[in-house]
């Protein structure tokens, strides 16, 4: 009997963990060109926007526009409390990342460090040449056909510029860590791979270092815009994982994060003066 009961409760607790998790799956777009799909090589997210640059960049010269991107972008911690719109929420904010932050071991989610702030550039001899790095119009040009070997929104073979080590606490998928390749050449950009499994319910969804999500950055002086673009791959992973009473849906769940990735960078932009 009590074995029994053991295993209803077992069952109550997943239909509630799935039942939040369907409520929360439908979201809003918003006006970014948002792509996703998937087929035999996987699962993939990908976005494209150009965004007006901020008043304040009329006063910076390259270099400090380029300055104020790279600190935007490794600013982690400020990813905490990050929000999206839920639809089956009326469209409301939701948050996305309960807890972010840096850290020094990826294996100790407690090492945590302070986010870097930097007062000139990067070498970048850390890479072979700025021409390799593809720019973010190349990017968009192929970001619905990637697969496990061209999924970064870097020439292939580009070393990173640097790496930082990263814990968040996802609202849905938990507490993992993450590695974040910066390359810094004609675009800027970030790459995140999942250290530890991301699981939800206990079960899991992507496999240790299956995740692959990117946002890459063009300074269009000419328009005055940022050239954004953002993706998330994860090969030979099915859309959709089929549980007892509920599916979740991976496409709906990282084009919600590739998304707030997207407005996460805005928001810096217009928060650095």
């Known amino acids: 009997m009590n074995s029994m009961k053991k295993i209803l409760l077992f069952l109550a607790y997943l239909t509630l963990c799935f039942a939040v998790f369907a409520a929360e799956s439908d979201v809003s777009p918003e006006s970014s060109t948002i792509k996703a799909g998937s087929g035999s ?3 993939y997210v990908s976005l494209s926007e ?8 009329a006063n ?3 270099e400090e526009k380029a300055l104020s991107v790279l600190n935007a972008l490794t600013a982690i911690s400020t990813q905490k409390g990050l929000q999206y719109i839920s639809r089956r929420a009326g469209y409301k904010p939701k948050t996305l990342f309960e807890d972010s932050y840096l ?3 990826l294996d100790d989610r407690k090492s945590r460090i302070e986010d870097p702030v930097f007062s000139e550039l990067p070498s970048s001899g850390l890479v072979k040449a700025a021409s390799d790095v593809a720019s973010a119009t190349d990017v968009a040009s ?4 990637r697969t496990g070997a061209d999924s970064t929104p870097f020439a292939d073979g580009a070393e990173p510029t640097f790496t930082l080590f990263a814990y968040q606490k996802d609202n849905r998928f938990g507490g993992n860590t993450y590695t974040v390749d910066y390359y810094i ?3 800027f950009g970030l790459v995140i791979r999942n250290h530890t499994p991301i699981r939800f319910a206990g079960v899991t969804c992507v496999e240790s270092g299956a995740l692959e999500m990117s946002l890459s950055v ?3 002086d000419k328009s005055g815009e940022f050239v954004i673009d953002g993706s998330a791959f ?4 099915k859309p959709k994982i089929s549980f007892i009473f509920y599916t979740v849906d991976l496409e709906s769940s990282f084009s919600r994060r590739v998304t707030a990735l997207k407005n996460w960078f805005v928001e810096r932009m217009q928060a650095e003066r």
């Open 234 to 237: 994860i090969p030979g992973q």
């Open 60 to 62: 910076l010269s390259r």
């Open 218 to 220: 063009t300074l269009d």
């Open 103 to 105: 850290i020094s071991d």
């Open 142 to 145: 192929s970001a619905a056909v």
């Open 50 to 57: 150009r965004v007006p640059y901020p008043e304040y960049f």
């Open 185 to 187: 050449g004609s675009s």
């Open 41 to 43: 090589d996987g699962v």
